[in-house]
C-alpha cells in the first residue's frame, strides 16, 4: 500500500474528509489546501512532518520497529 492509501483509509476509519483534516492542519499552524494535500500524497512528495501531523490528527502515531 503507498502512503497516499495508507492516509486515506486512515482518514476514512475516522469518518473524516481530507477537507476536514486540511482545515485542521491549518488550525494547528500548517496552512495547507484539500487541493494541496491530495496533490502532496499523489505526487509523493508529502514531508514526514505533515505525514506525523496527520497521523497525530486522526488519532494514530508512527513508530519505527526493527524488523
Same mark, same amino acid.
Given at each position: 500500500?503507498?502512503?497516499?492509501? =495508507?492516509?486515506?483509509?486512515?482518514? +476514512? $476509519?475516522? +469518518?473524516?474528509?481530507?477537507?476536514?483534516?486540511?482545515?485542521?492542519?491549518?488550525?494547528?499552524?500548517?496552512?495547507?489546501?484539500?487541493?494541496?494535500?491530495?496533490?502532496?500524497?499523489? $505526487?509523493?512528495?508529502?514531508?514526514?512532518?505533515?505525514?506525523?501531523?496527520?497521523? =497525530?490528527?486522526?488519532?494514530?502515531?508512527?513508530?519505527?520497529?526493527?524488523?
Amino acid at each position: 500500500m503507498s502512503i497516499r492509501e =495508507d492516509i486515506k483509509v486512515l482518514i +476514512a $476509519r475516522q +469518518a473524516l474528509t481530507m477537507t476536514k483534516v486540511a482545515e485542521l492542519l491549518t488550525a494547528r499552524g500548517t496552512k495547507t489546501s484539500p487541493k494541496s494535500l491530495s496533490n502532496k500524497l499523489a $505526487r509523493k512528495t508529502i514531508k514526514f512532518e505533515e505525514v506525523r501531523e496527520i497521523a =497525530d490528527i486522526l488519532g494514530y502515531k508512527i513508530e519505527f520497529v526493527e524488523k
